[in-house]
């Protein structure tokens, strides 16, 4: 099915284990974004890339390492699991026409590490 | 440092009267807002977008307004219905828009009832 897809939907995971999210999207989206979502602090951007094999660091990167070696994949790797990155993790894509730029997210990941 | 605040308590409106949403930034000159709906357990969904030089912008029931003077947006749901309760997060959009990139309120809770 087209659209922006994520696995796992939900991840228990323990202090110090690496974990990987994955997103994968159909639009061939150039632009492709990683968030995470805590109570009070909105949507913070982690990390986002605007082609294959270009990224860059958003808001919040520290602890989270990515990688696009194709454009329709974007996986998120939390190298080292802390308890503060137990959140809510939203992957999006968007186009690079200027015109419109909305953002489309998926369904997300709930990450929570003990 | 950049801001951007939307009303932090739920919206508590009757079925058929205008919800109003409001968001306000500082230290910032964004070249566009975007406006999202969030539902729970969901990823954000675009509503509109209004860009720096437009005054307002309507879709269907739903119209924002856009006052770079002020560094504020309305976001107006008129004849409301209880389907229209959800979260409602303002996006500001980078000067240019050269790299897509948004930095998102924490959203307002927006509740209907019947």
């Known amino acids: 099915d087209a659209g922006i897809t994520q696995s796992p939907r939900y991840k228990i995971t323990e202090t110090g284990r690496q974990v990987t999210l994955m997103c994968h999207q159909t639009?061939?989206?150039?632009?492709m974004f990683w968030y995470r979502q805590d109570l009070g602090h909105g949507l913070r951007l982690i990390y986002y890339?605007?082609?294959?094999?270009?990224?860059d660091k958003g808001e919040v990167p520290d602890g989270y390492v990515v990688s696009r070696s194709k454009t329709e994949n974007f996986p998120l790797t939390l190298e080292s699991a802390t308890r503060s990155q137990t959140s809510v993790y939203f992957c999006?894509?968007?186009?690079?026409?200027?015109?419109?730029?909305?953002?489309?997210f998926g369904p997300g990941t709930r990450l929570t590490v003990t | 440092s950049q801001k951007i605040e939307q009303n932090s308590e739920a919206l508590n409106i009757q079925e058929g009267k205008t919800a109003t949403l409001t968001c306000n930034y500082t230290?910032?000159?964004?070249?566009?807002l975007q406006w999202y709906r969030q539902d729970p357990g969901r990823g954000p969904v675009f509503l509109l977008l209004i860009r720096e030089n437009e005054k307002e912008k309507r879709k269907e029931r739903l119209k924002v307004t856009f006052d770079t003077t002020l560094k504020q947006s309305l976001f107006h749901i008129t004849a409301s219905q209880p389907a229209d309760s959800a979260t409602y997060l303002c996006?500001?959009?980078?000067?240019?828009?050269?790299?897509?990139?948004?930095?998102f309120g924490t959203g307002t809770l927006l509740a209907v009832q019947p």
């Open positions: 890339s605007a082609a294959a094999d270009i990224t």
């Open positions: 230290n910032y000159s964004p070249a566009y």
């Open positions: 639009w061939s989206h150039s632009y």
């Open positions: 996006a500001l959009g980078q000067p240019g828009g050269a790299t897509n990139k948004l930095i």
């Open positions: 999006a894509s968007s186009e690079v026409d200027r015109g419109r730029n909305e953002q489309y």
